[in-house]
């Protein structure tokens, strides 16, 4: 399992891979679920952090292989 400061790093890096090559994708980072809490205080905790990093992760990913295909 990745540490805190691994989520943050790999968050940051996904997150600028989007802004340099897929800026279109950023309107969609602040519609995500998982960075809309559900409560007035919501806890930043491990499991938070990694189900942000994978979905910033799968976003890419996905986008990158259809976008690739249409590119053809």
Known sequence: MKTESELNEGILKITMVIKQRFPELLKYLNEMPVTIPNS???EINMKAL????D???ALV???ALSHKKEGK
């Open 40 to 42: 007035a205080h919501p």
């Open 50 to 53: 990694a189900d942000y990093y």
């Open 55 to 57: 979905s910033l992760d």
């Open 61 to 63: 990913k996905d986008y």
